[in-house]
């Protein structure tokens, strides 16, 4: 069940101070936006992956649309045009929340992990990753057919690497490197809010930690409300 939200409320004042605890229970994968094959962390979260933890807390799941609909919604009652509705993630609830401030962990460590990634591509990166491939490609065979069908010094007809590239399957599971953090700190979050707002998050806390996830869902984490 959707939590159901006053968004006529963004603009009351934001006088009420917030305070929230966010302890890893498990390593943390939190990529940035610059990564390929290897997925390098950042070590504090952003404020929108702050915003997204608490909108799946409180049990705001809106679609993309609706989001973009209800931002410029706000920003049109409030006259500014600052929203740009073509970002890949924009939270809602941050119409609530000023000055939101993150203390970052201290005590850490990294390390890298390997991670299954679903692939959809029918190009030479298969010959370096697809994990179901026809066996009788997987040596020699496989580095000569990743040269570039362009360079001279490869006698191979274009035709015959396009047949040969048909055997992998389009649609397949590969691997890559993920960056994680291990913790026994705490990230702290304060902002400041309405009391409406503040009254909002009291009651889905109801004086208990809550369960979520920090970047990707095997980042699992207890989140309190102080």
């Known amino acids: 069940m959707e939590t159901l939200i006053d968004f006529n409320k963004v603009s009351d004042e934001k006088n009420e101070t917030i305070n929230i605890e ?9 990529v940035g936006k ?21 909108e799946n807390i409180l049990g705001i799941r809106i679609d993309t649309n609706v989001r973009s609909a209800i931002k410029k919604s706000i920003k049109k009652s409030n006259k500014v045009k600052s929203f740009n509705g073509n970002k890949a993630f924009f939270p809602v609830i941050d119409e609530f929340i000023d000055g939101l401030e993150i203390e970052n962990i201290k005590d850490y460590i990294i390390f890298d992990d390997l991670f299954s990634s679903l692939n959809n591509r029918n190009d030479k ?3 370096t990753g697809a994990r179901n491939v026809d066996i009788s490609y997987a040596h020699k065979e496989r580095r ?10 490869l006698n191979i007809p274009k035709n015959v690497l396009t ?12 691997t890559s490197v993920r960056e ?7 990230y702290k979050v304060s ?33 309190y409300l102080n």
């Open 144 to 153: 000569d057919y990743s040269k570039d069908e362009n360079d001279p010094k």
């Open 22 to 30: 966010i302890k890893p229970q498990s390593a943390l994968s939190i």
């Open 163 to 174: 047949e040969i590239l048909e055997k992998y399957p389009e649609f397949y599971t590969g």
């Open 180 to 186: 994680l953090i291990e913790t026994k700190d705490s």
């Open 125 to 127: 990166p298969h010959f």
């Open 34 to 54: 610059d990564y390929g094959r290897y997925y390098r962390n950042i070590i504090c979260p952003t404020n929108n992956m702050i915003f997204g933890m608490l």
């Open 191 to 223: 902002f400041k809010t309405s009391k409406y707002f503040k009254d909002f998050l009291l009651k889905i806390f109801d004086d208990k930690p809550k369960v979520a996830y920090i970047g990707n869902s095997d980042g699992v984490v207890n989140v």
